[in-house]
């Protein structure tokens, strides 16, 4: 009876090692982190360069999970990106000013195939969510410090689709990715005017317009990003 539980209790004690053991043979974590150089590249890069245009997120993050048997590369996927802009807008006798603040975000899943020593594919799935708030100035053309806020537009965006790109391996740590993605957001905006300013739009002076809805996004591989694998 004894030698039996004793062997009862090896055999489970070698299965424990064994499965670990197995655990560290079958996977490889590793983490990456990229980093847009579109507007770097643009310098670089003479040939439709007008039509490389930075995405909204700068950084990434993946947690790569390597399966060393099969080669098979699982990734989860965090994106963080902030926008800051603002353009001038002439109409008619008015010159307006108009602020763009873009805050990203986005979570997914992502799969890796190598398909050679330097180029590989990448697909998968991303939950995305983004926010998105425009102001629009009245300057004065008698003085450029003297600004009147006319409207602020406020944009909440909700939604998920896949994605599919290429990789280019510089080496086994650095690689270059651009990507294609089709998105479907839910859509809410909001129009806010200000009171008793004149605003050369078609919108009825002093109504605040709010709408939502669903869209379909689908943007090409024109954006450019360095990873570091550690």
């Known amino acids: 009876m004894k030698l039996r539980q004793s062997t009862l209790t090896l055999s489970l004690l070698f299965l424990c090692v064994f499965l670990s053991a197995q655990d560290e043979v079958e996977r490889k974590k590793q983490h990456e982190f990229g980093l847009n150089i579109t507007s770097l590249a643009k310098n670089f890069i003479a040939f ?3 039509n490389l245009d930075p995405v909204p997120y700068v950084f990434k993050y993946k947690f790569i999970n390597t399966n060393s048997q ?3 590369v699982n990734a989860m ?8 802009s603002q353009n001038i807008i002439n109409e008619g006798f ?5 602020k763009t603040t873009n805050l990203f975000f986005i979570w997914g899943f992502e799969r890796q195939h190598r398909i050679s020593k330097r180029w590989g594919l990448i697909s998968g799935f991303d939950i995305v969510s983004s926010f998105d708030r425009t102001k629009i100035f009245e300057i004065n053309p008698f003085s450029s410090e003297e600004e009147r806020e006319l409207s ?3 944009t909440f965006r909700f939604g998920c689709g896949p994605f599919i790109g290429m990789q280019f391996f510089i080496n086994d740590r650095i690689t270059l990715t651009t990507e294609s993605t089709l ?3 839910y859509k809410n905006e909001e129009n806010n005017f200000a009171n008793n300013l004149p605003f050369p739009i078609s919108e009825p002076l002093g109504d605040d317009v709010s709408s939502s809805g669903f869209e ?3 943007e090409a591989p024109v954006a450019i990003f360095m990873h570091f694998r550690f």
Do not use: M
Not at 77 to 84: D, I, P, Y
Not at 94 to 98: G, P, V
């Open 48 to 50: 439709n360069s007008e």
């Open 152 to 154: 602020q537009i406020k």
């Open 77 to 84: 996927r965090l994106a963080l990106g902030l926008n800051v």
């Open 94 to 98: 008015l010159t307006l000013k108009e």
């Open 216 to 218: 379909a996004v689908l």
């Open 183 to 185: 998105y479907l957001f």
């Open 70 to 72: 099969t080669n098979k």
